[in-house]
């Protein structure tokens, strides 16, 4: 008793200075990792091969795209079309800001030129949309989705898989399934018909309001352990399928398409956030 009558006060103060240092994520160890400088890693192809170059492992990237709600946004046009020729992979990993679900209006992710995409739609649950697959069909828009909300204020990677063969959809959340349903032949045309891309937003719908990172793309549904070792590699994490890659937006500080197949981006109002990893943490092994 006499000594915590003695030493409480400076064990309290201590108390409340590592406290008040782990919310500023000083012990977050995504701090201490060494930054990718921008084309650090990069797929390099030729007639016969495609293979990895560069610093592709144990790294984070020093930059990351940060949009604001308005108008930020990457257009990736066709004038290089590299496209799915039914099933398909679209990745990202994202952090949603403060107001991503304000007003329940849809935030895009990834989208193509016709709207079609993967979203995040807002308002007050049980009325929301985690996120989901839209897809523009002739009779306007026709919804693959989850009623679990996405992370408000978290690194989070989404998934979404459709395989052509059986008509199947799958939503992932940090390389875990979460939903899936058969979907029909409805979704194989997006990436094949659709070779213009938009980050940050879909046509016609609204911008996303946070910070973006690592976009990738396949030709082919990955299964969940293609999925869930994507999720273990981190935020940082190189593509698991260079061979039916056909696009790869690391967005770490520019808008380049690392894939090899240069289907690079035009960027609007985009910001290059350097603090990004402020908020990240690695995934669990």
């Not at 240092?21 to 890693?41: D, E, M, Q, R, V």
């Not at 952090?95 to 991503?100: F, M, R």
């Not at 026709?142 to 992370?151: E, G, K, L, R, V």
């Not at 980050?199 to 030709?219: A, D, E, K, V």
């Amino acid at each position: 008793m006499e000594y915590l009558m003695t030493y409480g006060w400076a064990i309290l103060a201590i108390a409340i200075v590592m406290v008040s240092l782990y919310s500023l994520g000083i012990f977050n160890t995504a701090l201490l990792a060494p930054k990718a400088n921008p084309g650090a890693c990069e797929v390099l192809r030729t007639a016969s091969q495609a293979s990895l170059a560069g610093q592709c492992t144990n790294m984070v990237p020093k930059y990351a795209a940060k949009l604001d709600g308005a108008t930020s946004n990457i257009y990736i046009p066709s004038t290089t079309p590299v496209r799915a020729t039914g099933s398909f992979t679209v990745n990202v990993w994202s952090y949603y800001g403060v107001n991503a679900y304000d007003s329940g209006s849809p935030h895009g992710m990834v989208c193509a030129a016709d709207g079609s995409g993967l979203v995040l739609i807002g308002g007050t649950p049980p009325n929301s949309y985690g996120y989901h697959f839209d897809h523009v069909t002739n009779n306007g828009y026709s919804y693959f989705y989850t009623s679990t909300q996405a992370p408000l204020k978290k690194w989070t990677m989404y998934t979404f898989t459709y395989n052509a063969s059986n008509g199947t959809a799958i939503l992932y959340l940090n390389g875990t399934e979460l939903t899936s349903d058969v979907v029909g032949t409805d979704y194989q045309d997006i990436i094949q018909n659709n070779p213009s891309l938009y980050i940050g937003t879909c046509p016609g719908l609204g911008y996303f309001n946070g910070t973006m990172s690592n976009i990738q793309i396949y030709n082919r549904t990955l299964t969940v352990s293609d999925v869930n070792p994507l999720y273990k590699e981190g935020i940082g994490g190189a593509p698991i399928d260079i061979q039916h890659l056909i696009g790869w937006w690391p967005l770490n500080g520019d808008a380049r398409d690392y894939s090899g197949n240069n289907r690079n981006g035009n960027i609007t109002n985009v910001a290059w956030s350097a603090s990004w990893y402020s908020t990240y943490t690695y995934p669990k092994s």
